[in-house]
């Protein structure tokens, strides 16, 4: 029987894993190593006051054709019946303001249409652009803010200061440090689902495993358990074995534990490959691959969670977006880098704010008490005399940068992926050992052509990966690998 050993329990891995077993392999053959003592990878629900909350993905991005939507609904797990907007700096009920002007809802739709605009018409126009997201936003915007020839000199500083905003959320949704780094032609390469792009799960988003792993035949859990392995940190893959007697690929552990296996499934995120690649694969991996990884964007979105005593807003304030004038000193210190403060669904007592990028990574640096009195001083000055604000009594913090073994957070089309011309079709090319045998599978979001930065493109890509295997597992049952 040919061992299968996944190198990573996340949303791909955990969808191969059961993909192979629905394919007809004993599960006996596969082996699951996960680093962490939890399973899940960057889709992580905790649990505060008896409610689910999200410390990495949370919505299921669009209805129409995105296979977790899909799971999930005749699951019943998710709430598709009430508007689930929250957290989001696009709700209605949220505020945009500076610390000592808020914007009227006439002026937040005006500069809302302007890049909803925008948005449609670069749809069109990035594919024959050459240069960054970032560069087309910003020459775009303001061509169209000079037109406007109702605007005074200050609602041309409100409309950069939207801008400003706008980069941020982009950043969010890209998962790039910097719109500037993100390729505009490249941006196109991402699809949407129709349908509600925000939809949130009853209990969480970790309830997507238990669906993964459920047998289809009989709704019982497919018998996987016991073949995944927690705190398994794999350091070194000896995959090309071909000139000696035992061929098969030796996968090492961290604690010295050593895994046998024909195939091996690498699910590891973009960036614990980037930073890893070179001491994980012996042989080393061919060229193409390595300048994949490398070329490859792959950034930094952390959320930060402020916890109150008790609400000091009303319940039909949806948050704050921070608007700042741009200035010399705009973006010296990292709290000018927070997108803003929104409420969280089912969390009457948090705030969540997004931040990115630089300012994320040293945010993950700083003690907790720090990241409080700051995120609570510039909330204040915001809120100023609108509600009664009092001071924070607590913080949760994501840490997607400093988790050794995603190092970042999702995957997106760089400036560099452009100038290299490496794709995702590149890290997902399964590689192929010195007697021609596949060895070596990728899957993971950031293989995704089109669906990258997602759970559904993870599942797709896991079920994508454990089809090929399974392809050669019965293709070459006879070979002698
Ligand atoms: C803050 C944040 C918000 C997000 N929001 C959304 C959202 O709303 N909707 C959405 O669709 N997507 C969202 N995403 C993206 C989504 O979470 C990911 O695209 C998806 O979960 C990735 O799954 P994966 O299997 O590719 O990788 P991972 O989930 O990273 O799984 C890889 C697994 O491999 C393990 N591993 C890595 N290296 C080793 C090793 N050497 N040995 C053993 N194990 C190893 C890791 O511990 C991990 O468990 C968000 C992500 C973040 C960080």
Redesign the pocket.
């Known amino acids: 029987m040919k061992q299968i050993i996944i ?7 955990l969808a191969a894993a059961t993909r192979l077993i629905q394919n007809g392999l004993s599960a006996t053959s596969i082996t699951v ?4 003592n939890r399973i ?4 992580h629900t905790i649990t505060n006051e008896g409610n689910p909350l999200e410390i ?6 669009g209805q129409q054709g995105n296979v977790v939507f899909e799971m999930a609904e005749s699951a019943c797990e998710l709430n598709t019946d009430i508007q689930t907007l929250e957290s989001s700096g696009f709700a209605e009920n949220v505020v945009f303001g500076f610390e000592d002007y808020k914007l009227n809802k006439e002026q937040i739709h005006q500069l809302m249409q302007m890049i909803h605009a925008l948005e449609e018409v670069s749809k069109n126009e990035m594919s024959g652009w050459n240069k960054s997201l970032g560069e087309y936003f910003e020459e775009k915007f303001k061509e169209l803010i000079l037109r406007k020839d109702s605007f005074s000199e200050f609602d041309r500083s409100t409309a950069l200061a939207f801008l400003d905003w706008y980069h941020i959320m982009e950043n969010v949704i890209d998962g790039s440090d910097n719109w500037k780094e993100t390729c505009g032609s490249g941006h196109l390469h991402y699809k949407e689902c129709l349908g509600d792009p925000l939809v949130t799960w009853k209990r969480g988003y970790s309830s997507l495993f238990k669906i993964l792993m459920k047998s289809q035949d009989d709704d019982k859990q497919l018998p996987l358990s016991d073949r995944i392995f927690l705190n ?3 350091k070194r893959i000896d995959w090309d074995n071909e000139a000696k007697s035992d061929k098969r690929i030796q996968v090492t552990c961290e604690d010295g534990s050593i895994y046998l296996a024909e195939f091996v499934l690498v ?3 973009l960036g ?1 490959l980037k930073s890893n690649m070179h001491s994980l694969f012996i042989p080393s991996l061919p060229p193409y691959k390595k300048r994949a990884i490398q070329g490859l964007g792959f950034g930094t ?3 930060i969670f402020l916890k109150f005593e008790k609400p000091w807003w009303t319940p039909d304030w949806g948050g704050i977006s921070f608007l700042r004038r741009r200035s010399k000193d705009t973006d010296t210190h990292w709290s000018h880098h927070l997108l803003g403060f929104y409420t969280v669904r089912l969390h009457p007592n948090i705030l969540i704010a997004w931040i990115t990028g630089k300012a994320a990574r040293e945010v993950e640096s700083l003690p907790e008490n720090e990241i409080l009195k700051v995120c609570s001083d510039i909330l204040r000055k915001y809120i100023g005399a609108d509600f009664p604000f009092t001071e924070p009594v607590g913080l949760i913090l ?1 840490r ?1 940068h400093s988790n050794p ?2 190092l970042g ?2 995957s997106y089309r760089s400036m560099e992926s452009k100038e290299m011309n490496v794709w995702a079709t590149d890290l997902a090319q399964p590689v192929y050992d010195s007697g021609g045998f596949p060895r070596l599978f990728f899957a ?2 950031a293989t995704h052509d089109y669906f990258y ?6 599942v797709e890509t896991g079920w994508r990966e454990a089809d090929r295997i399974a392809k050669y597992c019965i293709g070459f049952r006879n070979a002698n690998l």
């Open positions: 190198i990573g329990a996340g949303a791909s891995g190593l996960e680093a962490q899940g990878g960057r889709v990495g993905a949370q919505w299921v991005h398994k940190a794999v699910t590891s995120s614990f979105v952390d959320k994501s997607w073994f995603t957070s999702y993971g979001e930065s997602t759970v559904h493109g993870a």
